[in-house]
């Protein structure tokens, strides 16, 4: 499903740049920020800043809601958790299952 | 020091946490997946939910294998096929049931003629709220997306939370 991939590159571009990830993170410990707020902790201009603002927003990572005068930022986890069930659950547990497998044939071997 | 008021304060400091996702469904059928007990309980890790739907209506919700409902609250807007407005305050341990009511609201845009959006926007929990509360609407929601696309169930360390 190209859509779906589309999603997830999407998600992928954003999580790669460590300017953005520190963003997730600064709202990690405090959702509902304002882009003067999470300005302020970074050296970088407002229109920097604003740029990966809507990298992220266009991943779903970050969502916008209107409070009153001013726009809050919320961090978004659900994509994040769309390719953890996607991509990681499937690989961690085929490890697993390896593993088992693994114990299972040396355990037969020496019986 | 710390004053009275600055306790008080304290406590009435709120937050608000905002879960987005993009579902290929009908606002109709994603109604139908949030509010018919048995479509629910395929991704809320099997619990069932016990309510009227109607505003001032009683909520609680339990689960088959465990005593007493694990959480309760109350419906305060019912407006199908778009938005959903709940108190809830969960129950199922001294440290959560300490936390008191929250408000959970479900809102549903068409996006196209097949996708929806759905926004779960879970507020008035206090400042650094045990996250117990709220962290578990990402593993839901990606159920229902699951759900609602395939027909198929995702198996998730929620949905075996209550199995074993």
């Known amino acids: 499903m190209p859509a779906m991939k589309d999603d997830d590159d999407r998600v992928f571009k954003a999580l790669a740049d460590p300017t953005r990830r520190f963003l997730l993170d600064r709202l990690f410990r405090r959702d509902g920020r304002t882009l003067t707020e999470l300005e302020s902790e970074l050296e970088m201009t407002r229109f920097g800043v604003m740029k990966h603002l809507r990298v992220l927003e266009g991943a779903g990572l970050v969502v916008t809601r209107k409070s009153g005068r ?42 | 020091m710390t ?5 008080e304060r304290r406590t009435e400091r709120t937050m608000e946490k905002v879960f987005e996702i993009y579902i290929r469904t009908t606002p109709e059928r994603l109604w139908e997946a949030i509010t018919d007990t048995e479509m629910r309980s395929k991704y809320t890790f099997g619990t069932r939910i016990h309510t009227e739907w109607t505003p001032g209506a009683r909520v609680e919700v339990g689960h088959p294998r465990t005593d007493g409902p694990l959480s309760e609250g109350e419906i305060l807007e019912v407006d199908p096929p778009r938005r959903l407005v709940q108190t809830m305050r969960a129950l199922w341990s001294d440290d959560v049931k300490a936390e008191g009511f929250s408000r959970i609201t479900w809102e549903i845009q068409a996006i196209s003629v097949d996708s929806c959006r759905l926004t779960v926007i879970h507020d008035q929990l206090r400042e ?15 159920g229902l997306k699951t759900l609602l696309e395939t027909g198929e169930l995702l198996t998730t360390p929620g949905s075996l939370m209550y199995d074993s």
């Open chain 1, 70 to 111: 001013e726009k809050l930022h919320f961090l978004n986890p659900v994509p994040i958790r769309l390719i953890h069930d996607r991509w990681i659950d499937k690989y961690t547990e085929r490890r697993v299952s390896a593993l088992v497998d693994l114990k299972t044939e040396l355990e037969e071997g020496s019986a």
């Open chain 2, 3 to 7: 004053t009275a008021a600055d306790t």
């Open chain 2, 128 to 142: 650094g709220a045990n996250d117990e509360l709220y962290g578990g609407w990402p593993m839901i929601l990606s």
